[in-house]
C-alpha cells in the first residue's frame, strides 16, 4: 500500500478531490499540505514533467541524474500523476473531465497561458462554480513581475 493510499480517506480533508496543475516549489508544496489533510491530489504534469524535475540537486546534496531532485520529492508526496498536453483538444477534455470530479484546482500557471488554456477562473467558474480556484504566482499577483515565470 503506497503511502497516498494510507493517508487519502483520513483526516480533516479526507474526501476532497485536488486537482494540481503547478510546477516548481511553492504551489505543489502547498498542494502536499492539502494531501497530508487526507486529500486526494492528482498532480498534472506537462508530456516532459514539471520543470523542477530536472534543477538538479538540492539542499546540497550531490546530484546524480537529470531525474534526481530531492525537492522535487518532497513536494510531490502523497499524489497521483498523471501527464496530459493541456494544448491539445484531447488533453482540454480530459483536464476538463478531471476539474468536473475537483473540489479544488490549484495552479501555478501565468495568467495568459490560463486563459489560453480555458482554465482561468472565470472560464472554470462558469463551467463549475463550486469549484475553488487557487493560483500561486512566483512574483505575487501585482508589480513589474507579476507576469514573471516564478
Known amino acids: ?15 476532497v478531490k ?3 496543475l503547478c510546477e516548481w516549489v511553492a504551489a505543489p508544496a502547498c498542494v ?16 516532459t514533467g514539471d520543470e523542477q524535475r530536472t534543477q538538479g ?8 541524474s537529470e531525474f534526481d531532485d530531492v525537492a522535487y520529492d518532497c513536494g ?6 498523471t501527464a496530459i498536453d493541456c494544448k491539445s483538444p484531447e488533453g482540454k477534455e480530459a483536464m476538463m473531465r478531471l476539474l468536473e470530479k475537483a473540489d479544488i484546482f490549484v495552479t501555478s500557471l501565468r495568467d495568459g ?16 462554480p463550486k469549484l475553488v480556484w487557487a493560483q500561486n504566482r512566483g512574483y505575487g499577483q501585482f508589480g513589474p513581475m507579476k507576469d514573471a515565470k516564478g
Not at 500500500?1 to 474526501?15: H, I
Not at 502536499?32 to 508530456?47: H, Q
Not at 540537486?57 to 546524480?64: F, V
Not at 510531490?76 to 500523476?81: L, M, R
Open 32 to 47: 502536499r499540505c492539502l494531501s497530508e489533510m487526507g486529500a486526494t491530489v492528482i498532480k498534472v504534469e506537462p508530456f
Open 57 to 64: 540537486a538540492a539542499w546540497g546534496m550531490h546530484y546524480k
Open 113 to 128: 497561458a490560463l486563459q489560453r488554456l480555458g482554465f482561468d477562473y472565470e472560464t472554470l467558474h462558469a463551467k463549475f
Open 18 to 20: 485536488v486537482v494540481e
Open 76 to 81: 510531490s508526496f502523497n499524489k497521483e500523476w
Open 1 to 15: 500500500m503506497s503511502t497516498t493510499e494510507k493517508l487519502n480517506g483520513y483526516g480533516p480533508l479526507a474526501g
